[in-house]
């Protein structure tokens, strides 16, 4: 069975940092891009960052220059460096899994990151 499970939300002042992580298990035929999106009350889900396999890296405009998203494959486990961060970056933050065998997104149940200015 596929867990995805994020640690690492938190309370900060606006101009802190926060390290997101995320480890996906269960999947026996390894996994495809690994990413971060989030969301805030009354608003879609929004991507934040998302690394392939390979390490091709995307990210939202609004996080580009202050957020930075690696992933340690032997580890099967994505992070998210949040720098510098903002009162518009409070929200729940999801990590998304594709798995290879499966050939679709894993979500983890979120965490909370809080920006207080």
């Known amino acids: 069975q596929v867990q995805v499970v994020e640690s690492g939300g938190g309370l900060v002042q606006a101009g802190g940092s926060l390290r997101l992580s995320c480890v996906a298990s269960g999947s026996i035929a390894g996994y495809g891009r690994m990413g971060w999106y989030r969301q805030v009350p009354g608003k879609q889900r929004e991507l934040v960052a998302v690394?392939?396999?390979?390490?091709?890296?995307t990210y939202a405009d609004s996080v580009k220059g202050r957020f930075t998203i690696s992933r340690d494959n032997a580890k099967n486990t994505v992070y998210l460096q949040m720098n510098d961060l903002e009162p518009e970056d409070t929200a729940v933050y999801f990590c998304?899994?594709?798995?290879?065998?499966?050939?679709?997104?894993?979500w983890g149940q979120g965490t909370q990151v809080t920006v207080s200015s």
């Open positions: 690394a392939s396999n390979g390490g091709t890296t």
């Open positions: 998304v899994v594709f798995v290879i065998l499966n050939a679709r997104d894993y």
